[in-house]
Each structure stands twice: as C-alpha cells, then as structure tokens.
C-alpha cells in the first residue's frame, strides 16, 4: 500500500524588483517570517532574488512586481514576466503609481538637461512608468511602502482563489 500522502499542488510565485527602494520587498520577508511554516507548504517560489541565488524563470500562478519602469529593458522583462504569470500584482506605491521613483518625470527643462547624460547612458525611457502603463495588471497594493496587513489579505485571496480553482 502506498502511504504517500498527496500533496496539493504549491502555487508558484514569482518576486521581482524594479527601480525602487525595495522596501516592500522587507515588508513581505517580515510577513512571511510570520507565516514560514504555511508558506512553505503553500507556495513555491520560483524566482525571488532576495531568497534564493538561482532562480528560474517559467511558469508562475502569481507575479508581485515592485518598482516603476524607468528603462526599455526593464518594459521587456516585465512584458515576459506578464507572459510567464497567470496573475500579475503591482506592490508599492511605485509600481502602482510610478512615484516616488518617477520623480524626474516632474522635473523642469533645467533639470532636465542635467540628467540627460545619465537617460543615455543608463537608457532610460524618457518618462518613468508604473507598471500598468506597460502590462495589464490582475490586483495591486499600495502604499510606500505597502501595508502588510493589506498584503496578506491580498495574498489570502488570491491562495483562496488558486485553491478554489477559479483560476
Ligand atoms: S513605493 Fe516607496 S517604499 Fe516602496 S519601493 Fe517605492 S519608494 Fe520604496
């Protein structure tokens, strides 16, 4: 007789960064030092650099995007992380509204001049984005940074709808 029991199915996460503080990224490892032990029966993470030094990047039920785009490089690596995710949710002020790291799209035309050398040089998008601008997106949170509370509900019903098979 096989005693193995069956496991469900982890749902597969993906954590990523963009141009930001990446404070968000603190608040989620403090929730989930809080919650390790279901996490890790719950969740495979496929790619979170701030967890894990190889990463890969396939298929994933729910991509948390933080940071607003400043570069086309950065446009193509979200428009393939949106390819790879069944859900995509933005996290951080930032990525839902572009600000705080948008801030040179406010600058004057002296400013603007002043930074013109490092666009070139570092390739950036004349105008910072937030993510939606770039990708269709399923859920987001906000705040700078966000509200873990606010995070765990989110992430409480997105596992209730992966496990309910609604998606
Ligand atoms: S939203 Fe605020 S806290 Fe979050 S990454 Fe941007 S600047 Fe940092």
């Given amino acids: 007789m096989d005693n193995q029991e069956t496991q469900p199915k982890k749902i597969r996460i993906g954590w990523f960064s963009f141009s930001c503080c990446e404070d968000n990224t603190i608040v ?19 790619h979170a650099r701030v967890l894990k030094s ?28 949106r390819q790879h995710a069944k859900k995509l949710v933005a996290v951080g002020a930032c990525a839902v509204m ?6 040179r799209n406010y600058f004057n035309e002296d400013q603007q001049k002043q930074i013109d050398f490092l666009l070139a040089r570092f390739s950036a998008l004349p105008k910072v984005l937030k993510v939606s601008e770039v990708v269709p997106i399923d859920a ?13 509900t989110k992430v409480n019903a997105l596992v209730a709808e992966f496990q309910g098979g609604k998606v």
Avoid: Y
């Fill in 140 to 152: 987001e949170i906000p705040g700078c940074p966000m509200d873990p509370n606010d995070f765990l």
């Fill in 98 to 103: 572009g600000m705080p790291s948008a801030q």
């Fill in 28 to 46: 989620m490892t403090e929730v989930m030092n809080d919650h390790w032990q279901e996490w890790k029966k719950l969740f495979d993470f496929r």
């Fill in 54 to 81: 190889v990463n890969t990047m396939d298929e994933m039920d729910i991509a948390f995007v933080e940071g607003a785009i400043a570069s086309d490089k950065q446009a193509q690596e979200l428009k393939e992380i």
